[in-house]
T-cell receptor
Framework: NAGVMQNPRHLVRRRGQEARLRCSPMKGHSHVYWYRQLPEEGLKFMVY????????ESGMPKERFSAEFPKEGPSILRIQQVVRGDSAAYFC???????????FGPGTRLTVL | AQKITQTQPGMFVQEKEAVTLDCTYD???????LFWYKQPSSGEMIFLIYQGSYDEQNATEGRYSLNFQKARKSANLVISASQLGDSAMYFCAMRELTGGGNKLTFGTGTQLKVEL
C-alpha cells in the first residue's frame, strides 16, 4: 500500500508564474489536508478537502491560492502569480475519515526566483 | 495565542543517553489529541507517537514515550537510548477534536543533535 505521494518533489518558478502541486492520498483515503512550512518554522494548516468538497479553508491566503480534490485524480494546490514569499515546503496529508490520524507525504519544495 | 509551545530551539544529547523534548499546549477543548513528528534533514514528516486527552496511560512506542501531564498541559517526548539517527527536527502538534478535529496545529520545533 503506497503512502501519500506528492509531485513534483522540487519546483522552481519565477515571480508571476503559476505553481501546481499534486497530492495523491493513500489508497482508501478520501480526506486530504494541505500544510505549508516556511523556512525555520513549523507546519501551518492551509486547507482540508474531501472528494469534490472544500471542508475547511481557514488557513488559505485570501488571494492567489486555491485547492481542489476532484472525484478522479489527485488533489491540486494551485498558486497563481507566485511571489518570493511563497517559497516553502508544501505538505499534503491524508486520512481515511474525519478526525483520524493523518499520514504525510514527502512534501513539495517550492522555490520562487 | 500560541497553542503549541516548544521552548527548546536546539538540544544536544550523547549517544545512548535519554533526552526529553518539551511541549506545552493551550486549549479549552476537553477532547484533543497530541502528536509528535520527526523531520530528518531529508524533509519528510515521520509520525512517532500519539496521546489522546482521555488516555489514562502515557503513550509509548519503542524508544519513544510521551510524558503527558494534563493539569500542566504538557506533553513532553522522551527518547531513550539515543542513536545518531535520531538527529532531526522534532515537532509537537495538537488536534482539537471538538467540531470534527480536522487540522493539526504545530509547534516551532526542536532541533535535536545526537553526539558520539
Amino acid at each position: 500500500n503506497a503512502g501519500v505521494m506528492q509531485n513534483p518533489r522540487h519546483l522552481v518558478r519565477r515571480r508571476g508564474q503559476e505553481a501546481r502541486l499534486r497530492c495523491s492520498p493513500m489508497k482508501g483515503h478520501s480526506h486530504v489536508y494541505w500544510y505549508r512550512q516556511l523556512p525555520e518554522e513549523g507546519l501551518k494548516f492551509m486547507v482540508y478537502l474531501q472528494k469534490e468538497n472544500i471542508i475547511d479553508e481557514s488557513g488559505m491566503p485570501k488571494e492567489r491560492f486555491s485547492a481542489e480534490f476532484p472525484k478522479e485524480g489527485p488533489s491540486i494546490l494551485r498558486i497563481q502569480q507566485v511571489v518570493r514569499g511563497d517559497s516553502a515546503a508544501y505538505f499534503c496529508a491524508s486520512s481515511p475519515r474525519q478526525g483520524h490520524e493523518q499520514f504525510f507525504g514527502p512534501g513539495t519544495r517550492l522555490t520562487v526566483l | 495565542a500560541q497553542k503549541i509551545t516548544q521552548t527548546q530551539p536546539g538540544m544536544f544529547v550523547q549517544e545512548k543517553e535519554a533526552v526529553t523534548l518539551d511541549c506545552t499546549y493551550d486549549t479549552s477543548d476537553q477532547s484533543y489529541g497530541l502528536f509528535w513528528y520527526k523531520q530528518p534533514s531529508s524533509g519528510e514528516m515521520i509520525f512517532l507517537i500519539y496521546q489522546g486527552s482521555y488516555d489514562e496511560q502515557n503513550a509509548t512506542e519503542g524508544r519513544y514515550s510521551l510524558n503527558f501531564q494534563k493539569a500542566r498541559k504538557s506533553a513532553n517526548l522522551v527518547i531513550s537510548a539515543s542513536q545518531l539517527g535520531d538527529s532531526a527536527m522534532y515537532f509537537c502538534a495538537m488536534r482539537e477534536l471538538t467540531g470534527g478535529g480536522n487540522k493539526l496545529t504545530f509547534g516551532t520545533g526542536t532541533q535535536l543533535k545526537v553526539e558520539l
